[in-house]
């Protein structure tokens, strides 16, 4: 399975290639992002959004790029560490 799987991949054309890295992008986030839904059932969207921003590029640049989430319903809250 994992040989067809390699011979696939290199048959494949380069834009097929970016379409499939940006389906496996598309998934993890879908993934974290349900992670972090489960892990905080009342956080609003753009609560959970700062949250995948945190575990993507950690917390100080998450709050340099998008703010301290002050934004959010309910005030600031303490951002996962990375």
Not at 36 to 51: G, K, M
């Amino acid at each position: 399975m994992e040989a067809l799987q390699i011979q696939l991949w290199q048959q494949a054309s380069p834009s097929r290639k970016m379409q499939m890295l940006a389906q496996l992008n598309a998934s993890a986030r879908l993934l974290a992002l349900t992670g972090l839904r489960s892990q905080y059932p009342q956080a609003t969207e753009s609560e959970l959004h700062f949250r995948l921003a945190c575990l993507l590029l950690g917390s100080d640049l998450a709050k340099k790029v998008y703010g301290d989430a002050s934004h959010a319903e309910g005030g600031i809250f303490d951002a996962p560490q990375s």
